[in-house]
């Protein structure tokens, strides 16, 4: 790797060297004996137009003139992330419990496990089976009243964290 790198920067540098020297040979061959190496510039870029090879031609040229590139500039505020729409109320009493997740990695269902922490709401990991994986579910803590139950649906809904209801018993 060493010696690939070594053989590049030896061929970098004898190109900058034979450029430096042929700027220097134009610079005293020219006219005008206070010219910038700036100017060299478009000289350089016009030989190198003409060293192209016979038959090849760049269509770019004419091409990306005629492209139009449109720019939408919304000058409204940012929108909101559409926000998911609120569960429906709960009004027969009974013991609930929420589901806000089932994941097919234990790190995943932990990291809802926390988001839900981060929101006072408490929560545990069921291990399950669907179609023969195995999966992780997060679910609330078994909740006995409507209110309580449609608090932590608002609030979980609200946090863009999609919920499924399960009734548990009466």
Do not use: C, H, W
């Not at 004996?33 to 269509?59: K, L, M, N, Y």
């Amino acid at each position: 790797m060493f010696i690939g790198l070594a053989i590049g920067l030896a061929v970098a540098a004898a190109v900058f060297v034979s450029n430096q020297k042929q700027v220097a040979r134009q610079a005293a061959s020219s006219s005008s004996p206070t010219r910038e190496p700036a100017s060299t510039i478009p000289e350089a870029i016009e030989d190198a137009s003409e060293e192209v090879a016979p038959g090849v031609t760049f269509d770019f040229y004419e091409m990306l003139p005629n492209l139009d590139v449109e720019i939408y500039e919304d000058e409204k505020a940012p929108r909101k992330t559409a926000s998911p729409p609120p569960a429906a109320k709960v009004a027969t009493p009974g013991i609930y419990i929420l589901q806000a997740g089932s994941f097919s990695r234990l790190e995943d269902a932990n990291r809802r496990k926390a988001q839900m922490a981060l929101l006072g709401v408490r929560s545990d990991i069921k291990k399950g089976a669907a179609n023969g994986r195995t999966v992780y579910r997060v679910y609330t803590d078994p909740m006995n009243t409507p209110a309580d139950v449609n608090a932590t649906s608002n609030l979980l809904t609200n946090a863009g964290i999609e919920i499924m209801r399960k009734r548990v018993s009466d």
